[in-house]
């Protein structure tokens, strides 16, 4: 089937200045850009500063920092978000992880100055996923988050569930947890209190002009409700004719580890196979079978040096096979991983084609659109709507 011509939208002489999104990394640039596009919203995911995205409603750039230092990490995101703010733009949303991961703090805060606001609310938390914040502490599934999988993340383990903790703000008097009773800063970064969608909807009630909206994809969606920043919805897309690959750098991947018929290649880091051997493999499966997986072996998922050396394999494989054509449609589990894979090659444009669930989004590189590419952050669920259409496609 043809990847091309998915969408369409008003005329474009009707359109606002562009919203402009700055995420950690590149799975919560595609959840983000994926929300908008259900506003009816044409969505463009950027690596890097952008060029001139013509007709583009929101611009979610990637400044790839989740495994940054706070310093390397504020640098970039205050110098984005300078170049950003002199452009034309309808507005500012800083998207950080969900369970508080990565150099937070200091990405929110260098934003804001960046920005002149005066304070941030930061809502990280997604009612709707079960990941709430009460009485200043995160809870996931009804369980403190440090007794979750989350504990046990190889790079950002969560070790308590206190919020003041997880940003490393202990002794910080500008950082306060609120719940939406209360009365609120008029400076400082506020981390907003969330139980119920209600509560996210109220937090988004209150950024005004001097405030920088931070946080989640639940309150990214309030925010954009806020705003009236919603159009028709646009027909779903169809996937491409063609090999499927999924490249798994996850090592929080949930059950099944692939949604994908076939064999799961499973990567010992301590014997890792050379990227040419690996690709070889992989090809004769696509060949075969028009499906291929390959990821860590979860045995060995607390190395921490498996992620990085397993995400440079990935890479240099996922570049061998595209140059072959051996796949149209490459799904990838986990941000870091994809961020190395779209270095790999070259892809820097992407525009959201389809949405297959929360966080779970489909892609089409400006560069090469021939090609689609799925996204899924490693700690959330395949969607059913994407197990459906794999299983569908492998019976035909």
Known sequence: MSVVNFLRYPDPSMRQHPLIILADDLTGAAEIAGIAHQAGLRSVVHTGLPGDSAGADVIICDTDTRLSTPARAAARV??????????????????????????????????????????????????????????????VGGQPLHRTAFARDPFHPRKTSDVHTLLGADDDDSVASRPTASRLPAAGVIIGEAD?????????????????????????????????????????????????????????????????????????????????????????????????????????????????????????????????????????AGGATASSIFTALDWHELEVVHIWGPGVATLRPTAAPEFV??????SYSWPASLIRELQAANAA
Not at 210 to 238: E, K, N, V
Not at 373 to 378: D, H, I
Request: aromatic share 6%; with cysteine.
């Open 196 to 332: 119920t969608p209600a509560d996210v909807t109220f937090w988004a009630g209150q950024v005004d002009r001097h405030t920088l909206p931070a946080g989640g994809a639940d309150f990214f969606r309030a925010w954009l409700q806020s705003r009236r920043s919603y159009r028709a919805r646009t027909a779903p897309a169809a996937m491409p004719a063609g090999g499927t690959l999924l490249l798994s750098g996850s090592s929080a991947a949930p059950d099944p580890i692939t949604p994908l018929p076939g064999d799961f290649v499973s990567i010992n880091p301590r014997h890792r196979p050379t990227p040419q051997a690996l690709a070889a493999d992989l090809q004769e499966s696509l060949t075969r079978d028009g499906f291929a997986s390959v990821g860590m072996s979860r045995t060995l998922s607390r190395d921490p040096k498996a992620p990085t050396a397993l995400r440079r394999l990935l890479a240099l494989t996922a570049r061998r096979l595209q140059t072959a054509k051996a796949f149209h449609h490459l799904i990838i």
């Open 373 to 378: 590419v799925t996204l899924k952050p490693g």
């Open 78 to 139: 205050k110098a984005l978000a300078t170049a950003l703010a002199a452009r034309p733009n309808g507005g500012f949303f800083k998207k950080v992880d969900s369970v508080l991961r990565g150099p937070v703090l200091a990405e929110v805060r260098a934003c804001a100055e960046a920005l002149g606001s005066r304070r941030s609310i930061l809502l990280p938390c997604n009612p709707s996923l079960g990941r709430v914040i009460r009485d200043g502490r995160y809870f």
